[in-house]
Each structure stands twice: as C-alpha cells, then as structure tokens.
C-alpha cells in the first residue's frame, strides 16, 4: 500500500535534496564548536564563590567548606577574638583555606593592599599561573586582586582558575566549563607562591615550600609532594550528577597545623642518660615525619619541650623547657618586627614573646638538647612531653589550641 500519492513522494524528495547542504552543517565539527561557546564561563573571575562550584562538585566543596572527612573538628576556630562558627548540624569544623575570608585584609590601606607581597596577595590573590619549576620567581607570585569583595578569600577558583579564564584540572575531560589539564597541579609547585615568603632564610616563617624543596626533595628524604600528605588521595566522580566513572581524587581537606593526625606523625623523640648514674640527660627532637620544618608557618606557632624529673616520692625537683618556632624576621633578632607591629591596629603581641627561642626543626633533622639539673641522689623518673601551640602569644595557661604531641618517659639513678 503506497503512503503517499506519486507527485507528493516527489515533492519530498526534492525537499530532502534541497536541505542537504543544511543538515550538512551540522557536522561533528560544528556541534563541538557550539558546545564550546556555551560553556560555563566566570565573568567575575577571582571574585566567583565556591558555592558556585559547589553546585556540581557537591562533596568537594563539602570538605572545603566544612572539613568532611578530616579531624579537624577539636579545635576552636578564631580570627580577630570571633568564633567562626557553622550550623549546629555540622559537627567539623571548616578548612583553613575556607577560612581566608578575613574582612580585615580588605580595610588595609591601599599601598599595603596592592604591594602584591602584603597578607592579600594570598588570601585575596588574582589568578595566576603555576610555575614551571622549583627555582620559583617572586615576580611572578599571585597578584592582589581588585579588592572587590570581602568575604570570598580563598575560593576553589583561587587555586583551579586560569589567567586566560579556564579551569585547571588533572584531567583531560569534557565539562561544562572550558578545561585546562595541567599535571602541575598535583604537585607542590601548585602551593609554592603562598607557602613561601622572600627568600629562604632556614628558620624563617611562612617557608614551607622553601623547606620542601630544600631540606626534603631536594635532598632526597622522599619524593612526596604536599597534596601526598595534605590531601589524601580517594575515588569518586568528581560531580555528583554525572554517569562518568570514578577517578583518583585529592580530599579537599589541607590537614596541617590543626589536624591532630599530622601533629602525631610529625616528631618523634628519645630521652638519653649519657654517663650511667649522672644527672645529666640528652633528649632527642626527631623529624622524621614531616617533609617540612616543624613548626612551618606562621611565627605564632610553636612546639614546647616539656621537661620535668620526679623524685621517687613522686614530688617534681626540676623542670625545664625548650620553645621551637620560626623566626618573625631572618634571625633571632626580632625588634625590628615588633616595632612595625606595634603600629598596626589591634597589635597586642608583648615584647617577651619574641624572646629568643630554639630555631624550627628541619625535615630529616634531629635535634639534640642537654639538661644537667641540680639533682639529689636517688631515684627518678624523666619525663619529656612535646606540645604544639597554635598562638604562643596568647597566655600559656589557655589550653584550647594546644595539642600534646608526644609523650615519653625514662628511669634514672643519680649519685
């Protein structure tokens, strides 16, 4: 049974012939180049929020924003005296990196905002570019942005979006936005313009990519990267409403000064009595845990050595205390610092805290520190405890950002 009379079989015909060269134009080709010019673009580039990305990468953004997956939970958060606080239903506690968004670094003056080397530069930076090798260039560190926000700070575009304006990323795939693989990314140079400050100067603070590559990698203590350590690895889509498969994702955690999992894995240490039956004792301060100085970062931070002899009638006859942190300036000689401090609004950092003090302890280091206490014969027990300490300038009897690191404990005889 014919479905349509001759003369309307060819009228369609000819109309199929005459929209070929249409349907031609449809080709593979020209589909892709559509799709490319609907991508997802970030018009206002820096200044774009995680939420915006969180609305694909759904459980990225969630260890971001709220260290899901992290141990980070025991510790207050604060800035300027204020809680940052999340909803009573989340139980951990945001990620350092989510926690740039300091209102304070834009109220700085204006000469002290564009510097491009000022707190800014890393907590509100402009795109940029990874460099290329370990020999980085301090002209080429992030720029401070337009200044446009307040509360954005460090977003998943401050790491993951491109001077030319297209995301950056471990793989070679097809998303909704325009993609740029970049292998660097995995690896430390990606962390390399905020992770160090000025040239290295062993001892100095804000070097930790400085003392990855010098006292760690470079010297043959391993070959890890920071994201082998501060990002541990897992498998999952990388959007949540996507069929593609799983892939190796890093967690979006940045485990550091606050994670107690770092702190434990960090140092080790060993109580010795060199001379048998002297009161005389050597403890040892290993760092063989961690590819960076401990403690790395800011000057605030520090590591106390702890150390005390009880008598056999378990009574205290000696304590003593060694502090480890970086240096403010590029030696012990820290006035200078203070000075320019003390003019800043807000400063409250006493003079003493910043009196002399044991250098950080470099990767693969052991550090070796003598006590010859006045001791009485008989009987003891050393005892040696490591704690680490988020702010050693607030008062020493505030507990809530210290961490006991380690403890260990040695019996004597003296004569």
């Known amino acids: 049974m014919r479905l349509f009379p001759y003369g309307i079989r060819m009228m369609l015909i000819i109309c199929m012939l ?11 080709e020209k589909a892709e ?4 010019e609907k991508k997802m673009t970030f018009p206002v580039g820096a200044d774009t929020q995680s939420e915006v990305c969180g609305r694909c990468h759904t459980a990225i953004y969630r260890e971001y924003a709220f260290g899901f997956g992290s141990d980070q939970g025991y510790k207050l958060v604060s800035q300027d005296g ?12 945001a990620t350092g990196h989510a926690l740039t968004d300091i209102k304070s670094f834009s109220k700085q003056p204006k000469q002290h905002e564009m510097a491009g ?23 080429d560190k992030p720029k401070v942005s337009a200044m446009k926000r307040e509360e954005t700070g460090l977003s998943c575009v ?7 304006g297209k995301i950056r990323g471990p793989y070679n795939i097809n998303a909704p936005h325009e993609n740029r693989p970049d292998v660097n990314i995995k690896t430390s140079l990606m962390c390399a313009y905020c992770h160090s400050l000025g040239k290295r100067v062993p001892g100095n ?30 498998m999952r889509r990388l959007t949540e409403d996507t069929t593609l498969p799983e892939r190796v994702s890093s967690r979006h955690l940045w485990t550091g000064g606050r994670s107690l999992q770092r702190l434990l894995n960090a140092l080790s240490q060993v109580i010795v009595q060199p001379v048998k039956e002297k009161g005389a004792f050597d403890f040892h301060v290993i760092n063989i845990g961690a590819g960076h100085s401990v403690p790395t970062g800011s000057h605030r931070r520090a590591v106390y050595l702890q150390v005390q002899a009880i008598s056999s009638e378990g009574k205290t006859a ?9 240096w403010s300036g590029n030696g012990p000689n820290d006035s200078t610092w203070l000075d320019e401090f003390r003019k800043m609004p807000g400063s409250s950092v006493p003079a003493e805290a910043l009196a002399p003090h044991e250098t950080i302890i470099r990767a693969g280091e052991e550090r070796v520190l003598h006590w010859s206490p006045t001791l009485a014969a ?18 020493r009897s505030y507990k809530g950002d210290q961490t006991r690191i380690s403890e260990t404990s040695l019996e004597v005889s003296v004569k």
Request: charged letters at 20%; a neutral charge.
């Open 318 to 326: 000696a304590t003593q205390e060694w502090t480890f942190a970086p």
């Open 117 to 139: 080397t000022a707190c800014a530069a890393c907590h509100l930076p402009e795109s940029f570019t990874i460099p290329r090798n370990l020999e980085i260039s301090e002209t």
């Open 378 to 395: 008989g009987r003891y027990t050393i005892t040696s405890r490591l704690v680490y300490d988020l702010n050693r300038y607030n008062d």
């Open 158 to 164: 401050s790491c993951h979006l491109t001077p030319e």
């Open 82 to 93: 204020k809680a940052h606080t999340l909803p009573h239903i989340v139980s951990s506690k």
């Open 18 to 28: 005459l929209s070929a060269p249409i349907l031609s134009d449809a080709s593979p």
């Open 205 to 234: 603070q804000t070097q930790t990519f400085l003392e990855w590559r010098d006292d760690f990698f470079l010297k043959g203590l391993g070959r890890q990267n920071c994201q082998d350590c501060h990002m541990p690895h897992t």
């Open 33 to 36: 180049k559509t799709a490319r």
